[in-house]
């Protein structure tokens, strides 16, 4: 698939990869990699551009990342932004210091030099900044582009060079005008016409897993989530009966889960797919009893799971590809070179080390969640199936704290039910946006607190469970905010929750975006 491309070279960051999901929304291909990707391998990558990260490092430390300076003579355009601003000033004759007030959050930024990145921008603007250090004294050859009180380079430009560093950060959303600038860059810089639309990913996916695959036999981990679902109906498009799709119910999912996969994929559904289903709830609850530590029970479900998937091959006969629905931010929080891992996931660091496939197929690994929709939709499957809830892969065994048991199963499963119900009656009653409108949570769900406490039901004291309710605001699952659903509906879920549901006298919310937590609990 050769489209224009955007480089970024992560510096280290923990979210910069929002970077290229930014990048991407101007429809324009960008992949992210560690800032030890060589000079042979840019060049032979072609980018159009390349954007440095921020990191958490220092530049004058010695033991900070570097790059060659050969990157600035290659005649490629080049932004960096917050360290990579940074490090672009000090190597080339700049200086940086620590800053005498440090920035963070929301900052009002003066616009001095509207001729580059900020033709489109206001004379004054809000973005985000987060640093320490700032840039004191530009390179020969720049010019100041932007300013704050307290940080006199905000942004600066060496237009001749084709050489651009933002202190801020164009990729959050609390940037109001940053998609600007980060078109700009892309655009107007690098001279990208954006050639990266969906509808030629679905096309030219078909074709190369068609030749990936040639006359071979593919099994695919289908849990009837949006990922594996879109990675089904792309396998089945591409080779048709070569194609197994085997659906494991581990005891992890949510209520009813099971049957509705099968309904949909199985042999009375809509598509031409060859069906296993497993059932191998006992299996996975005995490897995961006494295991309280989160890893270890994303490493335990991600093995089990390849296990299952070894034995049904057998039972098929000679398997060559398995496919898995990985997407993008699932590689990045499984670790991305020098970035730190936030969590592994099933389909990424939870896999063994022997896997009995001949190789592991990811038509989504480059996606992000919103674009695997997309693609999901181009593919003609139906909208209630590509706006399905998100659910992890290891399921209720990371939304239950502590040890899994089959108990805590039924607990957890009944309490998000009512919890998904009472969402969707207030989406109906005009409580909440319906999907694909502002405001709409883009996940929401129960999960079972390894907490218990003294309640009062009926005149009786009990000593039960705490079930604390998720739901967030997002548009790419790399960052998230809560979401303020009405008082009246979770005060609704509430009392259902603690009345029907055996086990549980509370009912908590969680307020913690993302960053600092993660989405998941686990």
Known sequence: MEHEKIIVMDFGGQYNQLIARRVRECGVYCEVHPYTMTMEEIKAAAP???????????????????YSEDIYE???????????????????????????????????VDIDDKGGLFRDVSDRTICWMSHTDYISETPEGFVVTAHTPVCPVAAMENRDKRLYALQL?????????????????????????????????????????????????????????????????????????????????HGLLRKNEGDEVEAVFGPDGPYDLNFIRVNAQQRFYDRLEGVTEPERKRKIIGEEFIRVFEEEAKKIGSVDFLVQGTIYPDVIESGLGKSAVIKSHHNVGGLPDHVDFKEIVEPLRMLFK????RAGLELGIPDYLVYRQPFPGPGLGIRIIGEVTEEKVKIVQDADAIYREEIAAAMEDGLIPRYGEEGTPGQYFAALTNMRSVGVMGDFRTYDYAVALRAVLTSDFMTAEAAPLPWEVLQKVTTRIVNEV????????????KPPGTIEFE
Not at 370 to 373: F, G, L, S, T
Request: proline share 3%; glycine share 12%.
């Open 48 to 66: 159009k551009g390349i954007i440095f990260t921020g990191g958490p490092n220092s530049v004058y430390s010695q033991e900070s990342p570097r």
């Open 74 to 108: 290659m005649g490629i355009p080049v932004l960096g932004i917050c360290y990579g601003a940074q490090l672009m000033a000090y190597q080339l004759g700049g200086r940086v210091e620590t800053a005498p007030v440090s920035e963070y959050g929301r900052t009002e």
């Open 169 to 249: 950060h164009p990729e959050v959303m609390h940037t109001a005008e940053g998609s600007k600038m980060l078109e700009a860059f892309v655009k107007d810089v690098c001279g990208c016409s954006g050639d990266w639309q969906m509808g030629s990913f679905v096309e030219d996916t078909i074709k190369a897993m068609k030749e990936k695959v040639g006359d071979g036999k593919v099994l695919c981990a289908l849990s009837g989530g949006v990922d594996s679902s879109v990675a089904a109906v792309l396998l089945s498009k591409a080779v048709g009966k070569q194609l197994t799709c085997v659906f494991v119910d």
């Open 370 to 373: 919103d674009e695997v929709r």
């Open 502 to 513: 055996k086990h549980v006298n509370r009912v908590v919310y969680d307020c913690t975006g």
